[in-house]
């Protein structure tokens, strides 16, 4: 069973910065990307940033030259750096992979549980 793991919400003030973590973990065979969204009280969910396997980027306009994206070594974890928060950045977080589990016959997409973001002074 494959499972998304966020870690590293939580309340900060404007101009502050924040780290969310996200594990992929079960019997994973690949993973062909990993990404982040969000969704704030009232809105659609929304892409904030996604990686390839590969490393290559891509980044909301909203958030670019702010946000970063970066994957572990074992590829299976992947890293949004936060900084310059701005209160329009409050949401929930999810962490969203496509990857191929073991015993199925193709890249399917995966949920974390969300992870909430507060940016308020």
């Known amino acids: 069973q494959v499972q998304l793991v966020e870690s590293g919400g939580g309340s900060v003030q404007p101009g502050g910065s924040l780290r969310l973590s996200c594990v992929a973990s079960g019997t994973i065979f690949s993973i062909r990307g990993m990404n982040w969204y969000r969704q704030a009280p009232g809105k659609q969910r929304e892409l904030v940033a996604s990686i390839t396997r590969g490393g290559s980027t891509n980044y909301a306009d909203s958030v670019k030259g702010r946000f970063t994206i970066s994957q572990g070594n074992a590829k299976n974890t992947v890293y949004l750096q936060m900084n310059s928060l701005k209160p329009e950045d409050t949401a929930v977080y999810y962490c969203?992979?496509?990857?191929?589990?073991?015993?199925?016959?193709?890249?399917?997409?995966?949920w974390g549980q969300g992870t909430q973001v507060t940016v308020s002074s």
């Open positions: 969203n992979a496509e990857l191929w589990a073991i015993g199925l016959p193709k890249y399917t997409e995966y």
